[in-house]
């Protein structure tokens, strides 16, 4: 059975109560008390494996029924959904969720169809092979691409939840890599080439991070270790758009003035010339040191 579309989703409208919607489950908020201790509300998030993550909202009986048999990585088919906005109080971009929710209610039925490695993953239509300098502009696509592991990847805790999280590079570029369905692979180290396969998502602050579903989504590659020097290299995160060489220029002078005012010597006269074949050349005139 085919998890429901983007195309579906993105069509579900405010109040319809007929919706049936199928996916697996990538995140368990788990359940609290609410309205003063008097209700029970258990909420998970629901993946169709193409882009669209949505939150599920149980209350009372039907959150104490399933608060302990829905785990991650099950499959569910939820048939008579009620679509309702997200409380934007609660809402985290972060979280990379649709803004509106389903609320499961006393008509709405649920069916556990089994868990999403056995029935297989599904594959995107297509896979874009990109770079990690260029992989932002692929936000919401499942992308390819390669790079070294800097920092090595570990469990990271995320509410009732958790994830992996690590980081490649490649060159100069750097990337924050989660993975969904975490496992602990010890040859995974510091310096490995690896090929990852996910998608390109947007943190609150927009920065730029790749999803894995699974383990099975990063392999290494070659026998290609990279060493900690060239590992350091890498400190620019993807680029969210070209820029012009004036920008490029521009970026390069704020830097080395920064570094400058940072030297602890007072220039009361510092010039960057540009030179066509070096970069830039500072030209220093009426040079002082700071003296105590």
Not at 30 to 51: A, E, M, P, R
Not at 65 to 78: A, G, S
Request: proline share 2%.
């Amino acid at each position: 059975m085919e998890f429901t579309s983007n195309a579906e989703i993105d069509s579900f409208v405010i109040g319809d109560n007929t919706i049936e919607l199928i996916g697996y489950v990538d995140g368990i908020d788990g359940s609290k008390q609410v309205k003063n201790n008097t209700k029970t509300l258990f909420k998970f998030i629901l993946n169709n494996g193409q882009g669209r993550r949505i939150r599920i909202l149980m209350w009372e009986d039907m959150a104490k029924k399933y608060e302990q048999t829905i785990v991650n990585k099950q499959i569910l088919f939820i048939e008579r959904g009620l679509i309702q906005n997200v409380n934007m109080t609660f809402f985290k971009k972060e979280e990379n969720v649709v803004p509106i929710e389903v609320c499961c209610w006393r008509n709405t039925t649920i069916k556990i169809l089994g868990r999403y490695e056995e029935l297989g993953t599904i594959e995107p239509q297509s896979t874009i092979n990109t770079c990690i300098k260029n992989c932002a502009k692929e936000i919401g696509k499942i992308i390819r691409l390669q790079g070294y592991i800097r920092v090595e990847f570990t469990l990271v805790p995320m509410g009732h939840s958790s994830y992996g999280n690590g980081a490649i590079v490649d060159d100069v570029y750097r990337l924050r890599v989660h993975i969904v369905d975490f496992k602990d692979d010890p040859t995974l180290k510091s310096g490995v080439h690896v090929e990852c396969v996910g998608e390109i998502k947007k943190d609150k602050n927009d920065g730029i991070f790749l999803q894995l579903e699974n383990m099975s989504k990063i392999e290494i590659i070659d026998e290609l270790v990279l060493s900690t020097d060239n590992l350091r290299r890498g400190i620019i995160p993807p680029e969210t758009r070209n820029l012009d060489d004036d920008e490029k220029n521009k970026a390069k002078r704020s830097r080395i003035q920064k570094n400058l005012d940072d030297s602890g010597i007072n220039f009361s006269r510092v010039d960057l010339d540009e030179d066509l074949n070096w970069g830039f050349r500072i030209i220093i005139s009426d040079l002082n040191w700071d003296s105590e």
